[in-house]
Every structure is written in C-alpha cells, then in structure tokens.
C-alpha cells in the first residue's frame, strides 16, 4: 500500500513519459508508448537482399547483408530518439530500441546466424567525454534477443575523424583511413559478424571498420544501424 502511495507520488512530480509524444507511459512501456512505437518509420530492409543499405556498400567493400531499423529525417519526431541516446545521455533507449530491432531481425534467416556482435568504437577521448558508447548500447538490446554475445575487445579506434559532412568520396575516405585496427582476431576466425553503428549517413566510418575486419580469415560481415538518414 505505501509502495503503491509512493509510486503515484513519484509519478505525480516526475512523470514518465513517452519521449515521442510526450503523453504519460503505462504498463509495461518503457521510454516509448504502443502509440508512438507503432508510428516509427522502419525500413524492413532485413527482409530484403540487395536493399538500399547493402548498395552504399558495392564497389567499396564486401558486406554478406545489412540493414537499419528506421529511417531517419531530421525534424521528425523520430529524431528525439537519436537525440536523446547521444546527446542527452540516455543510453538505456539505446538498449530499449536495440531489443525492438532484434524481434525483427529474428525473421531473417541470414541475420539468424551472426555468432558475435561488434559495436563500433568511440576514441577513447570521446568515450571518456560521453561517458558511453551509444552503440555499445544498442548492441546490448540486440545481444539480448538473439542471444548472441558481444565483442568490445577485437576492434579498436586509434584515431578520431572529423565530422564526413560536405566532404567529397576522396575527402571521407581519406578521413577514415587508418582510424580502426583489429586487436583480436584469432576468436573471430570463420564467424558471422553483425557490425553495428547508430545512424548510416555517408557510410565511410562502417567501411573503414569492415576493411580491417575483412583481414581476419573465413569471416562473414553483416552491417546494422538504428537508423538510416
């Protein structure tokens, strides 16, 4: 009884509400209500071979599949999403989201037999400044559904890049080049593994990530991101 007292109090003061749309959360909803949910504008190109995100990546490097959750357009209400889990330090709707875009992966056959996840990882400077790795998060929900573990360990980020935005194709990958490098890679030998970011714009940070990836022998590549803009 003074639990349940407590507990309406709280919410009378702090409210939980639905990032989206802001109206009061119920049940068993976290961060973001059925409604809202409902409304995100996702791609279900995880179904699809040969989909838009898979060609960003033809004639650059080899991927097996790759696919995003939703599509991201800037002034959306699904943009406060994405602001939220890198701006606003909310990691925990990274893990939320992540666990929501592994239901739906789990319909794919070739998605189904990823055997490690690999977050892609912050420079240490700016992971220290953060204090997370959003896209560590979003690896965890989808660990979490598919039952698959993660590697933070086998990649590492030797240098930050600058923002990709108004650079020409030579511009980016010259901002890319020699930006990761692989610390492990005898564990990943002859493994399927899911590469994840949390939004695809130009693409030149996943390819630098998959170009060394692709030294280790027999391995698989699959690319997912939250979103795609």
């Given at each position: 009884?003074?639990?349940?007292?407590?507990?309406?109090?709280?919410?009378?003061?702090?409210?939980?509400?639905?990032?989206?749309?802001?109206?009061?959360l119920v049940g068993n909803e976290q961060q973001?209500?059925?409604?809202?949910?409902?409304?995100?504008?996702?791609?279900?190109?995880?179904?699809?071979?040969?989909?838009?995100?898979?060609?960003?990546?033809?004639?650059?490097?080899?991927?097996?599949?790759?696919?995003?959750?939703?599509?991201?357009?800037?002034?959306?209400?699904?943009?406060?999403?994405?602001?939220?889990?890198?701006?606003?330090?909310?990691?925990?709707?990274?893990?939320?989201?992540?666990?929501?875009?592994?239901?739906?992966?789990?319909?794919?056959?070739?998605?189904?037999?990823?055997?490690?996840?690999?977050?892609?990882?912050?420079?240490?400077?700016?992971?220290?400044?953060?204090?997370?790795?959003?896209?560590?998060?979003?690896?965890?929900?989808?660990?979490?559904?598919?039952?698959?573990?993660?590697?933070?360990?086998?990649?590492?980020?030797?240098?930050?890049?600058?923002?990709?935005?108004?650079?020409?194709?030579?511009?980016?990958?010259?901002?890319?080049?020699?930006?990761?490098?692989?610390?492990?890679?005898?564990?990943?030998?002859?493994?399927?593994?899911?590469?994840?970011?949390?939004?695809?714009?130009?693409?030149?940070?996943?390819?630098?990530?998959?170009?060394?990836?692709?030294?280790?022998?027999?391995?698989?590549?699959?690319?997912?991101?939250?979103?795609?803009?």
């Open positions: 009884m003074k639990a349940t007292m407590f507990k309406n109090l709280f919410d009378l003061f702090f409210p939980n509400v639905c990032i989206i749309c802001g109206e009061s973001i209500c059925l409604s809202c949910l409902h409304e995100i504008p996702k791609t279900n190109f995880h179904l699809q071979k040969d989909n838009p995100i898979e060609k960003k990546f033809w004639g650059k490097v080899n991927i097996y599949r790759g696919t995003s959750f939703f599509f991201f357009q800037k002034g959306s209400p699904f943009q406060k999403l994405l602001h939220a889990l890198k701006y606003k330090g909310n990691k925990e709707i990274g893990e939320i989201l992540g666990k929501y875009a592994a239901a739906d992966l789990y319909e794919s056959v070739d998605f189904k037999t990823v055997d490690v996840i690999i977050p892609v990882p912050l420079h240490p400077q700016k992971y220290k400044k953060r204090g997370y790795n959003q896209s560590e998060w979003i690896a965890k929900g989808l660990s979490a559904v598919l039952n698959v573990p993660i590697d933070t360990d086998s990649l590492q980020r030797l240098k930050e890049n600058t923002t990709q935005t108004k650079k020409s194709v030579f511009e980016r990958y010259e901002n890319t080049e020699g930006i990761f490098n692989v610390v492990i890679d005898s564990k990943l030998k002859e493994c399927h593994i899911l590469l994840v970011d949390d939004v695809l714009t130009t693409g030149s940070t996943l390819e630098a990530c998959v170009q060394v990836l692709s030294q280790i022998s027999e391995v698989r590549i699959s690319v997912f991101t939250l979103a795609v803009a």
